[in-house]
């Protein structure tokens, strides 16, 4: 059993930055691929980042060079930097946890812009 729970998200101006963290309980956080999704307004969820058990990470297109995971297992936690933020940017954000047929989500943050 995995439960995951973000936070972070809140209201930013175009071209600030956020970081979100997603904490995780009742598991060996070390062993799973952590990643981050996310869902606008009237569109499907999409992937945002992830990060392996081994290290490797893999982005979206749309999001290098501004988004960066990381991970600390010793804090069981998963980090997304978001700098150069976008009105495009704007969605609820998921934290998901995978190992072979497990995977978990956890309930989302959101992310939404003020000019």
């Known amino acids: 059993q995995v439960q995951l729970v973000e936070s972070g998200g809140g209201l930013v101006q175009p071209g600030g930055s956020l970081r979100l963290s997603c904490t995780a309980s009742?598991?060996?956080?070390?062993?799973?691929?952590m990643g981050w999704y996310r869902q606008a307004p009237g569109k499907q969820r999409e992937f945002i980042a992830l990060s392996t058990s081994g290290g490797t990470t893999n982005y979206k297109n749309a999001v290098k060079g501004r988004f960066t995971i990381s991970r600390d297992n010793a804090k069981n936690t998963v980090y997304l930097q978001m700098n150069s933020l976008k009105p495009e940017d704007t969605a609820v954000y998921y934290c998901?946890?995978?190992?072979?047929?497990?995977?978990?989500w956890g309930q989302g943050t959101q992310v939404t812009f003020s000019s």
């Open positions: 009742g598991s060996i956080f070390s062993i799973y691929t």
């Open positions: 998901n946890a995978g190992h072979g047929l497990q995977t978990y």
